[in-house]
């Protein structure tokens, strides 16, 4: 069964948040102002919850707000929301960083991810905690098990779908079917359209 | 990777989950492809609800820290060319009143700002006022017209911020994600008249996030800097510096 529903945030945020970045672009610093009100909190929390390390984490989400005041005349309504678009940088930005951060080779990094396995249960779970809005934990426990952690791990994580297949020992192929399905899943059960 | 193979890698693109080469090979696909952009669209939305979901509130320093920040940041040429870009130039364009108003209000509200005098207090009464006086002077030197923004990075990752206004001859330093000083150690700033460093206040060991006017004159200051003393703090540094910055002339 599809159930919508919907949470403030991205949705409710469109059209308000699309204008100010155009006055953003032209480097009005008032609109900018209204725009790290509106999206300082989930950059920095969603940074916060790749990288995990909170001095990092302010240091990344700068960058982000300050990238968002750069290129905000790059922006394109006609491929999401403004509110997609930042969240997007901020995501690319932190897992950049959390993989620049690992190992150096790939021997290291392997090791190191094969050393996380027992974890990866509890981390699952406490991102889950952390999750504030009902709607989307509600959501992510209507996914399979393996759909709900291969989104997780790929997104709150950061880890490429190669690692995530490592972790959970599935064939690479089933984690990118995955990561889809289960991400179609979840626009279905809080109804995003675009 | 054939077509039919490239369809499925929607949901690993907006996750930033695929290899740089496969992200390249779909980023070339994708604007052939209609059904393809549509899911990519979608699916980014519901990826950018997981982030939402996790949203927290900022320390208000940090706000402080990005306005002074994007003032001194130079942006991409708008769609509409504009007549001068003298505005983008590298440093020294003042914040604007009002987003300086809201976001000095933020922190204040905070209660991180400016209650680092050093010297003990009479009473509660006094502190107050002493504390909306160097409010007052810390938003008049983020407001200056000539209030000139340079950023480093210290030590684990922490990133400062020292706005200067030659004019009003006084600085101001914003600080975010700094580590708790060992205990009975405060950081102590301090600018720099050549070789010779001089006290420019201590920090609350209490606050990771925050903003602080700082002591004394700038007069003819070349840079500041920032050392772990013990507390109370010291008349010359007893330790490495944590980061030194040039300030702008
Ligand atoms: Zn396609």
Redesign the pocket.
Same mark, same amino acid.
């Given at each position: 069964m599809k159930e919508a529903v919907h949470i403030g945030g991205p949705a409710s945020a469109g059209p308000d948040l699309q204008e100010l970045l155009g006055l953003v672009a032209r480097g009005d610093q008032d609109a900018f102002s209204q725009v790290y009100d509106t999206v300082g909190g989930a950059v920095l929390g969603l940074v916060r919850t790749v990288l995990r390390d909170p001095a990092q984490s302010e240091e990344v989400a700068q960058e982000v707000l300050l990238e968002v005041w750069k290129s905000a005349a790059r922006y394109r309504p006609s491929r999401g929301s403004a509110m997609t678009w930042i969240l997007t940088l901020a995501h690319r930005r932190a897992v950049d960083r959390v993989r620049s951060a690992q190992a150096a080779t790939h021997r290291e990094r392997r090791a190191a991810l094969l050393e996380r396995t027992p974890a990866y249960d509890e981390v699952t779970e406490q991102v889950e905690a952390r999750l504030e809005r009902e709607q989307v934990r509600r959501c992510l426990r209507g996914l399979t098990e393996l759909q709900r952690q291969s989104v997780t791990l790929a997104y709150y994580r950061g880890l490429a779908y190669r690692e995530v297949a490592e972790l959970l020992s599935v064939p690479l192929g089933t984690v990118k079917t995955r990561l889809r399905d289960g991400l179609i899943r979840l626009r279905d059960c809080l109804g995003v359209s675009v | 990777m054939n077509?039919g193979d %490239? =369809?499925l890698l929607?949901g690993a693109y907006v996750l930033h989950a695929l290899s740089p080469e496969e992200h390249a090979e779909f980023e070339r =696909? %994708?604007p052939g !492809?209609p059904? !393809?952009s549509q899911e990519v669209r979608e699916l980014a939305a519901t990826a950018g609800r997981l982030a939402s979901a996790v949203a927290v509130t900022p320390p208000a320093a940090l706000k402080l820290q990005v306005m002074a920040r994007i003032s001194a940041e130079r942006q991409e040429p708008p769609q509409i060319p504009r007549q001068s870009r003298r505005g983008g130039s590298r440093a020294g364009r003042a914040l604007s009143r009002f987003a300086l108003a809201a976001s000095v209000a933020a922190a204040a509200a905070f209660g991180g700002v400016a209650l680092w005098q050093h010297q003990e207090a009479r009473d509660a009464r006094d502190v107050a006022e002493r504390a909306q006086t160097r409010a007052e002077e810390l938003a008049g030197v983020l407001a200056a017209p000539d209030a000139t923004v340079t950023s480093g990075r210290l030590t684990d990752g922490a990133t400062g911020t020292v706005v200067v206004s030659r004019g009003r001859d006084e600085a101001a330093f914003l600080v975010s994600g700094l580590p708790e000083p060992p205990a009975g150690k405060v950081y102590q700033l301090w600018f720099a008249d050549g070789d010779v460093m001089r006290p420019a206040g201590l920090m609350d060991p209490s606050d990771s996030t925050s903003a602080m006017l700082m002591d004394g004159p700038v007069d003819g200051a070349s840079g500041m800097g920032i050392t772990v003393e013990p507390a109370g703090g010291s008349a010359q540094p007893t330790s490495e510096p944590l980061a030194l910055m040039k300030l702008p002339v």
């Open positions: - | 077509t %490239l =369809h929607t =696909h %994708l !492809c059904s !393809c």
